[in-house]
């Protein structure tokens, strides 16, 4: 069987897999691209014979705009997949045997596992008693076999966030030593993201790598558009290791141009997501379960039987979760879905829980 390079896990073949009513195990936007996205996306295929320049240098100079750096600045990626991957190898062959990276524990993994893959050891710190980053923890452990601290903000799978202030001058101090890489693949849902980003880092010259994905709150998982925000030096660097600028397709990056300032239809996939959240609340409230609160589209709660029977359990029903293990407890993690889909969830979890 073969493995799925995204979550680590074995893909059982198709004729095999069950019917899943409710995908709620991928964090994905189940309202898809935005009216804008899909009329893009239709007028781009006439074009597609040609090569895709001029839009993927239009795209760079709308964000380059908006985050107030240059284009020097910005690489794309077929997702921020790939990206995390050209980080993991630049920093791993850079640093060479011996070198790790700094993560919490649990964390976004897919940085690790690749650099884990050419050599590099892996650091982890556990997260705070509020299962936020233990920043504190993390500056300690920064040393000279260190290649890269990796952040993840908010952090999946626990959906915490870490105060900007705190987390700002960590990266001030931090970065004057190493890298460090923060992903904010979630950043759209918190209140106040431009407060809550790292982008001013890179804008002060810090030694910051800031990854976005257009995957989330814009609806692109299957599209694969994503980029970092880098010093210039840095992008370079990362450009070794992806094709930059051939490696997006130019559906996707005319249907990210349209979508990226589609502030209606960002502002009603965050309205929507909290519907769910909030319902999502309440269902386990009522079970007299707890959870996380969380800044993002999925939940992380903690079970109150083994998560990988309760994972089956729920797959039995057509519904796809996913289930962690640790700080001595079982959990599962609910990716927030269209109101239909939650009350899928909460049928299946009421007759387990
Ligand atoms: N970073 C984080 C924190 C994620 O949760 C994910 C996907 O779930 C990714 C990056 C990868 O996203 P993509 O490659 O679709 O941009």
Redesign the pocket.
């Known amino acids: 069987n073969a493995t799925d390079a995204?979550t680590g896990e074995v893909v059982s073949p198709l004729a095999d897999r069950p019917v899943i009513k409710a995908r709620l195990s991928?964090?994905e936007n189940p309202f898809g691209p935005s009216q804008k996205a899909r009329k893009a996306l239709m007028e781009a295929i006439d074009d597609s014979y040609m090569y895709p320049r001029e839009y993927t240098q239009q795209f760079k100079s709308m964000i380059a705009k908006e985050e107030g750096v240059t284009e020097e600045h910005i690489l794309l990626?077929?997702?921020?997949?790939?990206?995390?991957m050209a980080s993991a190898l630049n920093y791993t062959l850079k640093s060479g045997a011996g070198s790790s990276i700094i993560s919490a524990d649990p964390?976004?993994a897919?940085l690790m596992r690749s650099a884990s893959q050419y050599g590099s050891g892996w650091e982890k710190v556990a997260l705070t008693k509020d299962y936020a980053h233990d920043l504190e923890a993390m500056e300690k452990k920064v040393s000279e076999k260190t290649s890269l601290v990796y952040i993840?903000n908010p952090?999946?799978p626990t959906g915490t966030i870490v105060p900007a202030a705190k987390l700002a001058s960590f990266c001030e101090v931090v970065s004057k030593k190493k890298p460090v890489f923060v992903?904010e693949?979630?950043i759209d849902y918190v209140d106040n993201p431009k407060k809550q980003s790292m982008m001013e880092a890179v804008r002060k010259g810090q030694n910051v790598i800031v990854?976005?994905?257009?995957?989330?709150v814009h609806g692109?998982?299957g599209l694969?558009?994503?980029y970092v925000v880098a010093l210039p030096e840095t992008v370079k660097e990362l450009s070794k290791y992806c094709t930059g600028g051939m490696n997006v397709c130019a559906t996707s990056v005319r249907a990210a141009i349209a979508s990226y300032t589609d502030a209606d239809h960002l502002s009603y996939a965050i309205k929507k997501n909290a519907e769910s959240r909030d319902f999502l609340y309440k269902v386990l409230k009522d079970a007299g379960y707890e959870y996380i609160p969380s800044h993002t589209n999925f939940v992380l709660f903690p079970l109150q039987m083994e998560g990988k029977r309760f994972t089956e359990e729920m797959m039995k029903r057509g519904v796809s979760i996913r289930n962690w293990e640790f700080d001595g407890k079982q959990w599962c993690r609910v990716s927030l879905g269209t109101m239909e889909q939650m009350q899928l969830f909460a049928g299946a979890f009421k007759e387990l829980a």
């Open positions: 995204h991928s964090n990626g077929a997702g921020s997949s790939e990206l995390l964390s976004y897919s993840c952090n999946n992903d693949a979630y990854a976005r994905t257009f995957s989330k692109f998982a694969r558009i994503g």
